[in-house]
């Protein structure tokens, strides 16, 4: 299309549907934009008989350079394209980069005392677009603003189309209220009295270091200021205690956990990702943090890695160890590589081989992973002033 130079039409079209017949109503001006040449609004009437009477104005020609301007003078004028702001525009309820092309020299205006129309054209990513006129407006008189999508501008990241972030729906209870309708439990309490014969066949077949997999206990959590969030409780493994934290502490057993679009991955001192799996498009994957020795001690020096809580004899002990993840994959947002401190927090519960995993996302690409369970319990009073974890002794 920019090569070529080929011409983008629009035109405002109206179909009717009456009894058996459809009727094509247009509206009165066609406009016609050649990138690099010009930008033309038209109207023909056709009549049987007659010639073909066409009204026609040019909202705008590519302008030629003035012959005595100085070309060292215009490149110190130019601005350089590393420091140059990319312009945005709200379209459709969302701030978006254009790439914007003056265009001038167009038909005289009576209006403006005879000076020429103007236009910008304004080319915008999209991926599925087919080089679209989007709209034209006239934003004063005789000064128009053309929207273009093409996906010729996608290949540049300061102009990626981007999507609209899926947000997880969390359903609160109300006060006084069940945490879930009486007719949800009974379903759920049906279908685990369904899966118990299965899950006593697979325990007698299986070895009981084999990873088991069981269905998340969905419970609403406070977490300090933010608002209640739903997280799920996964029974993660029946691996002995020894086994499964010197697995864990490796980094050769992972934690998976969350609920809703989003699962998260969670292998001690490699990294953290976050994942959604759908049976058609496959496995969705992104890198939220990978882990580096030296960065986290050069974090640690300026945040707390410990926090302790007191116990009832006065005596101190290590309740939650924080540990950052950097260098993610780069966020569209910001062009910086995502960011993640885990917090590691002792959780008591029935099941020893618990775990709850939890994200937030105080800032864009930023982000805090929660996760709590049983097997934690057992080794954060080995924690280190830089808050690093190691087999108790």
């Known amino acids: 299309f920019l090569k070529k130079c080929s011409c983008l ?3 405002k079209r109206i179909n009717v549907t009456f009894f058996a017949f459809r009727f094509k109503i247009e509206s009165y001006w066609t406009y016609e934009v050649c990138h690099g040449k010009h930008i033309r609004q038209y109207h023909e009437e056709k009549e049987t008989g007659q010639k073909i009477n066409i009204q026609e104005y040019y ?20 601005p350089k394209e590393s420091t140059k702001e990319i312009p945005t525009k709200n379209i459709e309820g969302q701030m978006t980069p254009y790439y914007p092309v003056e265009m001038g020299n167009g038909t005289p205006c009576s209006l403006r005392q005879n000076l020429p129309r103007s236009s910008t054209v304004m080319y915008i990513c999209h991926p599925e677009a087919k080089h679209e006129i989007l709209s034209v407006a006239e934003v004063t008189t005789c000064e ?6 093409t996906p010729l501008l996608c290949n540049h990241p300061k102009y990626r189309f981007r999507a609209s972030p899926v947000n997880d729906i969390f ?3 109300l006060p006084g209220s069940p945490l879930k309708p009486h ?8 279908q685990e009295m369904m899966k118990m014969p299965l899950r006593r066949a697979k325990e007698e077949e299986t070895p009981s270091t084999k990873e088991e997999k069981f269905s998340s206990i969905h419970k609403p959590v406070a977490i300090g200021s933010h608002q209640l969030l739903t997280v799920g409780t996964t029974l993660i493994s029946k691996l002995t205690d020894d086994q499964l934290i010197k697995e864990f502490l490796s980094g050769s057993y992972c934690f998976h956990g969350g609920v809703g679009w989003w699962k998260y991955e969670f292998c001690y001192g490699k990294y953290v990702h976050q994942y959604h799996e759908d049976k058609e ?20 020096r300026k945040n707390a890695a410990r926090t302790y809580y007191l116990k009832e004899d006065g005596t101190q002990t290590v ?9 993610g994959d780069v966020c569209d947002l910001t062009d910086k590589p995502r960011q993640v401190t885990v917090k590691l927090k002792c959780k008591e519960s029935d099941s020893p081989h618990a775990v709850t995993i939890y994200m937030l996302e105080p800032h864009s690409c930023q982000y805090i992973l929660g996760v709590e369970s049983p097997v934690i319990c057992k080794i954060l009073d080995t924690a280190d002033e830089y808050g690093l974890l190691s087999v108790p002794s």
């Open 59 to 78: 909202l705008g020609n590519m302008m030629m350079k003035t012959p005595l301007s100085e070309p060292d003078q215009e490149e110190k004028e130019k």
């Open 319 to 327: 309740r939650m160890v924080s540990h950052f993840y950097g260098n």
């Open 9 to 11: 039409m629009r035109e």
């Open 171 to 173: 359903c609160q209870s």
């Open 183 to 190: 007719n949800l439990e009974q379903l759920e309490k049906q």
């Open 281 to 300: 498009s496959g496995k969705t994957s992104v890198v939220v943090g990978t882990w580096n020795k030296e960065e986290h001690i050069e974090w640690s």
């Open 144 to 149: 128009y603003e053309v929207v273009i999508l």
